[in-house]
T-cell receptor, first 118, second 115 residues
Framework: EPEVTQTPSHQVTQMGQEVILRCVPI?????FYWYRQILGQKVEFLVS????????KSEIFDDQFSVERPDGSNFTLKIRSTKLEDSAMYFC????????????????FGPGTRLTVL | AQSVTQPDIHITVSEGASLELRCNYS??????LFWYVQSPGQGLQLLLK??????LVQGIKGFEAEFKRSQSSFNLRKPSVHWSDAAEYFC?????????????FGTGTQLKVEL
């Protein structure tokens, strides 16, 4: 069964450094998402991406964050200058379509990248 | 704005006992509702979803959930819990946006299974 993959599984960085989190969505999916989960808290939506542009972003997704689909398979989240409060598990997800009654509209999640900012 | 409430932070059940995890949502229109499970160190796995139609939906691993519009609830049930069901369970409501389906999650319920 196809699955979403994410690399690295764990990233440790110093405050102020740039990090890039990578995701390979399921190959025929068209919609891509990033979520994050701070330890002990709920999963929060960051951004959705379709047709090579951001569809929606949350208030968390400020100018320090950016997303890109540099080629036909990867989907990346960049944090320009990391802060301590960016430490979290970051999940990538993808879906074929944006929503509706079809069974093809489900978001499939990757295993996550745990980001630790020191 | 939409929201999801999972009132039980922790639940402990004995193996073989029945399980019900509660979820209440707040959303102005007909919601898309989901239950995901997260095992330690793992990602989020979809258990089941409700979009429309039959209000009792069946999922994987023997789970089911019932959508009750009058109560704004989407409770997850399993008749007989297995030790491998120990995990964290998240209820989510999906909101259609211009280019995607944004999920809003509850805070999760940690399930412990006693042998």
């Amino acid at each position: 069964e196809p699955e979403v993959t994410q690399t690295p599984s764990h990233q440790v960085t110093q405050m102020g450094q740039e990090v890039i989190l990578r995701c390979v969505p399921i190959s025929n999916h068209l919609y891509f998402y990033w979520y994050r989960q701070i330890l002990g808290q709920k999963v929060e939506f960051l951004v959705s991406f379709y047709n090579n542009e951001i569809s929606e972003k949350s208030e968390i997704f400020d100018d320090q964050f950016s997303v890109e689909r540099p080629d036909g398979s990867n989907f990346t989240l960049k944090i320009r200058s990391t802060k301590l409060e960016d430490s979290a598990m970051y999940f990538c997800a993808s879906s074929v379509r944006r929503g509706g009654a079809s069974t093809t509209d489900t978001q499939y999640f990757g295993p996550g990248t745990r980001l630790t900012v020191l | 704005a939409q929201s999801v409430t999972q009132p039980d932070i922790h639940i402990t059940v004995s193996e073989g006992a029945s399980l019900e995890l509660r979820c209440n949502y707040s959303y102005g229109a007909t919601p898309y509702l989901f239950w995901y499970v997260q095992s330690p160190g793992q990602g989020l796995q979809l258990l089941l979803k409700y979009f429309s139609g039959d209000t009792l939906v069946q999922g994987i691993k023997g789970f089911e959930a019932e959508f009750k519009r009058s109560q704004s609830s989407f409770n997850l049930r399993k008749p007989s819990v297995h030790w491998s069901d120990a995990a964290e369970y998240f209820c989510a409501v999906g909101i259609l946006t211009g280019g995607g389906n944004k999920l809003t999650f509850g805070t999760g319920t940690q399930l412990k299974v006693e042998l």
